[in-house]
């Protein structure tokens, strides 16, 4: 042991090689081996055709850091069971990345595309989430909508039309979404986990 | 070892020239500028997002939207102030422990550089929400993380060819858990941005390993490493017990790499992965107690010394928060305590805990007590004080908050309350948490005051180094 203490105080080389050779060894045996077979092991789910719009949605979820906030992760345990069921490897399968999250300020979205139906209450909710839920404390997303005047969008009476009382809008407006609104909510929607 | 010990040793070994010393607080100090420069643009996000989650109308702008400023939150203060801070120290240690002058100063220059170019793109292109996506502490793209890399490379390839030319004779333990860092930091990066694993259930893997083996293998041996120099230096005496230094590097080694897994508990990955990390997360108190009690033995006996400086107060606090933090990070990890207390505020609070409490106030003490030695400038003890107690309120608000809300969350949740129950039950709490943030912002510009009045003085540096040495050169 003698030898050993003389190499590790001697020769700064000794320290990287065998630092180098420990950490590499167990970085592949807990790390780099198990999330190989895990990926070999884990069969896609039969999913319907690819939708450009819940992709461009997906994307932009990850962009607004939607995830940091959002798990997509259901345990098996009592405390998820309003989630709906445990989620599974092979739900993650197509997922780049998947987005498990570790944290949640704001609730679990696995099912949100079931529980959360509505397209007009996830756009108005996206707008601002404080015209639905007076409590949240989500970040709003105003600039994927436009705000025009109550006469153009004609008088507030079409689909997509946000017609919300001050404050959230000033008086004789309205907010209209524009693409990347449609497509979050479209990817909100194809959150099922059933 | 005595004074008269390392008298004799001063005299014996030519040591490095006035001209040496004067290039290296240029390095030193550069990279220590550089991190109290990301330190405030952390802090300033960092608290912008607890403000945002009191008033979430705040500053509705798209690039300054909770999403987007959280990662960049994370990468200023951990790859910004800590890893940049961290490194500069490090060359300051490896200068003194090899006694001799860095294999080259336009290398340290070089990677200082690279390291604040990729920290800068990084910020913009996090603002403009180009990210790989949620997965912490690798959301830059993989260009910026390259020179990211190559600067961190660079600075290890400069430290280990100085410590090779060393005119020392023996490596201080120091210097192992230096060396070490820069080792493990690019294997530990390559691993977290191989292509290989951007799909699917084995990126979970990899995030669980990669997001707290940064923290394990390079944070944690860097600041150490650092801290077993600096503590003696500043008490002036010897480490209390070198074998436990040794334990400790040894230990850390083989037992941190194993515990990532703990952060996805009940997660879809193999049961024996999972309980791999919360088993051994309780070994990991061997190198914990003995670095930490190590460093508390120190300082036992030099109280009275201690009192009058305050510089080894923020050593005592990293030293006490990195036994406290470690020991709530491992009893979280456990199946009980994690199906209540993860997906909360808890584990913010934990992560602030060590990432502040412990490596943070370690780095605040090393540069207090270490730069002046270079640069010759010391700096007035008051605000010195000043900031430790800014820094000590602001973290410990900071964590109680945090703490207290992620139990009340879990406990709605395991109530089977409606989601909003919890967040309203966290409100006050954030409001805390905003406060604990702004102290410890004002605490940074303290610090950076602080830090300017010690840049390197020319001319005291020449009278610093005493006549005998130049001449024994």
Redesign the interface.
Known sequence: MIGLNAL??????A??VI??A???A??FL???R???D??AA?AARPSSEPDAAVARGRA?Y????????H?Q?V?????D??YGR????A?????????????????DLSNVGIRQPSVMWNLLHLF???SM?P?????????YFEIVDRQRAGDGAGDDVLALPEPFLPAGKVALPRREALDLVAYLQSLRQE | MSSATINTELAAVPATSAEDDRATAGIVYAYTASAAFWLLVGSAYGTLAAC???W??LL?F?WL????I??IHTASVLLGWLSVGLTGIAYLVVYRTARRALFSNALAHAGLWLLNLALAAGLVTLSL????????YREWLTPIAAVFAAGSLINGANI?VT??RRRT???YIA??FI??SF??LP??YV?GYLP???????????????MH?VLG?WFTPLVLGITYWALPRMLHKPIYSYALGVLAFWAN??FY??I??H??V?????WW?QT?AIAIGIGMMIPVVASSGNFLLTMNGSWRMIRREPAVWFIAVGAASYLAASLQGSLQAFRSAN??L????H??GHAHFAAYGFVSFLLFGAVYGLVPRITGAQDAPVRIRLHFWLALGGMALYVVAMVVAGVL??MS??D?RP??D???AS?PW?AVRAAGGGLMTLGHVVFAWNLWLMRPQPRRAEVWVSPGLEAAR
């Not at chain 1, 739900?91 to 704001?106: F, I, K």
Request: with cysteine; net charge negative; aromatic share 12%.
């Open positions: 590790f105080h001697r020769r700064p080389e320290i990287v630092g180098a420990v950490f590499g167990l970085s807990i790390a780099l198990p999330a190989l895990l990926n884990a932009l990850l962009a607004e850091g939607c995830g940091y906030c798990s992760f345990r098996p345990l009592f405390i069971a309003a445990a989620s599974e490897a739900d993650y399968a197509d997922a780049a990345p998947p987005l498990l999250g570790t944290e949640r300020a704001g609730p601002n989430p404080r839920v409590e949240s404390v989500m970040p709003g997303f105003p600039w | 945002k989650l009191v979430p109308d509705p798209e939207s909770f999403g987007r959280r990662p929400g180009m990210t790989r996506g949620p997965v912490e280990f410590l090779l004779e023996e490596l210097d192992w060396l070490g080792t493990w294997i530990l691993i290989a694993f951007d799909r699917g259930i084995g990126n979970v893997v990899i995030q669980a390993y990669y083996v293998m080694l083989v790499p194993l990532g897994a952060h996805f009940f997660a879809p990955l193999p992965l791999t199906a209540l993860h997906f909360t505020n584990t913010v969350q879990g949740w395991a089977g989601f909003i919890s967040v309203i409100a954030y």
